[in-house]
């Protein structure tokens, strides 16, 4: 209970935040946020803000759900912890692991638990490699991903994702992965139709694949649709070719669903709302709607059935975490009986798609990105011609953040784009609430801007 600015200077001075310098953090100090209930957060001064990026897009239920704070005290009390390596098991995980296999598409039936997406990833970069190894193919080895993808933060995982800046520090990517272009049409499509665009994108698959060798190929890792590469939803025409190459060349497919998963996108799998059959799915986040740290790969049969004839040298301390795995599947169990996946449909979706139509017609919004719960907005001084600023990229998304901020708001920005991502249980009522903050906050950005 101290004092906002008291915290903040003790934060600033020890405390080492992801992804932040630690000038921005001196100079205006972090945000404290003290509690959460439904999609509002409070914080340490009293103002309710709502979150329209639930959390780090993971919290699906929303803030403060009773259920799962009274599962995890009694699965802390009953076994707070017992590791599944070896030959132990316990209820929750296998529990979690056959609810899985239940909600997963067919063929994916068995599944590997991690502490996180990062890690869940790096099981996947080993597990694809063994698998091709046991078949008899060891050199087909070489993993194409995506440039601006973000699959984790690891050496692995952070090699696996294709952001520049991220691969600018600490020697990534380790070698044997490669990156090809993303389906970004809005900011890279240029003249083509987004058809054509998409078509162009995923034939450079089919390009990577020729150029290394097809049997030197053991997989191809993408989100159905990008999250933090910006909430890039592919043309139509994209998935639907990678799924052929992938098919013709025997290249897996690891469909990246820490974000797509668990409702998002209005299934419960991103893969099933863009037509993928992939061999793996990285899971993470809505899992547990982030109320605890889990994530896991779930796996085809075929997979499984050979790496589970080995013994695969790999786990993590925290894979199946008793109290982790408890949440988890109590998460699983409120988003069933409460048809969450209806309401997404039906009603906060659709509200949603209204009210980010409408914010379309604002003089900065150059188009409108949504599928589902996950959307983006990218800004632009020229609508027609979807222009960037003169200013350094994400300068003015940057801005409009903190005009939400300012407007008791939660909408990240990825460069110039504007990221909403709530949780899945908010209301029509709620998402009005979100129109008419983020409409201020566009309003004040323009306004700055031209003066
Ligand atoms: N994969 C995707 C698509 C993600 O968005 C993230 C995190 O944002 C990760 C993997 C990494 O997950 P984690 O932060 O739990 O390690």
Redo the contacts with the bound molecule.
């Keep these: 209970h101290l004092p906002t600015a008291e915290l903040q200077a003790l934060d600033a001075a020890h405390h080492m935040h992801p992804f932040t310098t630690n000038n921005e953090l001196a100079e205006r100090g972090a945000r404290v946020i003290t509690s959460g209930k439904g999609v509002y957060l409070r914080d340490s001064e009293g103002n309710e803000i709502l979150d329209a990026m639930a959390g780090?897009?993971c919290v699906n239920l929303g803030y403060g759900r009773e259920e799962l704070v009274k599962v995890a005290a009694r699965q802390m009390q009953e076994l707070p912890f017992y590791n599944t390596f070896f030959n132990t098991t316990h209820t929750p995980a296998i529990a979690l692991a056959a609810e899985l296999a239940k909600l997963a598409p067919e063929g994916l039936n068995h599944v590997f638990f991690a502490g996180?997406?990062?890690?869940s990833?790096d099981t996947n970069l080993r597990m694809v490699r063994v698998y091709w190894a046991e078949k008899g193919q060891p050199e087909k080895s070489h993993i194409i991903s995506r440039k601006n993808a973000?699959?984790?933060?690891s050496v692995g995982?952070g090699s696996l994702g294709g952001m520049a800046y991220m691969h600018a520090q600490g020697g990534l990517p380790i070698p044997g992965i490669h990156h090809i272009g993303q389906p970004d049409w809005w900011a890279e499509g240029g003249d083509q139709t987004p058809e054509e665009f998409g078509l162009a994108r995923a034939q450079e698959l089919e390009a990577k694949i020729l150029e290394l060798g097809a049997d030197k190929v053991a997989a191809f890792i993408a989100?159905p649709i990008q999250?933090?590469g910006g909430v890039i939803i592919p043309p139509s025409t994209y998935w639907p070719e990678i799924q052929r190459i992938c098919d013709k060349y025997n290249v897996l497919i690891i469909a990246?669903e820490?974000?797509c998963g668990f409702g998002r996108t209005g299934n419960w799998f991103g893969s099933t709302t863009m037509g993928i059959k992939p061999h793996i799915m990285?899971i993470?986040?809505g899992l547990s709607s982030g109320y605890m740290p889990i994530?896991g790969s779930i796996v085809c049969d075929e997979i499984a059935e050979v790496i589970n004839a080995i013994e695969f040298n790999h786990g993590y301390t925290y894979s199946g975490h008793p109290v982790c795995a408890a949440v988890a599947l109590e998460n699983l169990r409120i988003m069933q009986d409460e048809n969450v996946l209806d309401h997404v449909n039906n009603v906060a979706g659709p509200a949603l798609n209204a009210a980010l139509t409408q914010l379309g017609d604002h003089p900065l919004v150059g188009g409108v990105n949504v599928k589902g719960m996950m959307a983006s907005l990218p800004l632009t001084p020229n609508k027609a011609t979807r222009a960037k600023f003169a200013m350094d990229a994400g300068t003015v998304g940057f801005m409009c953040r903190e005009r939400c901020f300012a407007n008791n708001l939660v909408m990240r920005h990825v460069g110039d784009r504007m990221i909403i991502s709530p949780p899945l249980t908010i209301t029509a009522d709620e998402v009005e609430i979100f129109h008419k903050r983020a409409k201020t906050a566009l309003d004040e950005t323009y306004k700055a801007l031209k003066d």
Excluded at 116 to 119: D, F, K, L, M
Excluded at 150 to 153: A, E, L
């Design positions: 780090l897009w996180s997406g990062s890690e990833n973000y699959h984790g933060s995982s989100e999250g933090a990246d820490v974000i990285t993470a986040k994530g």
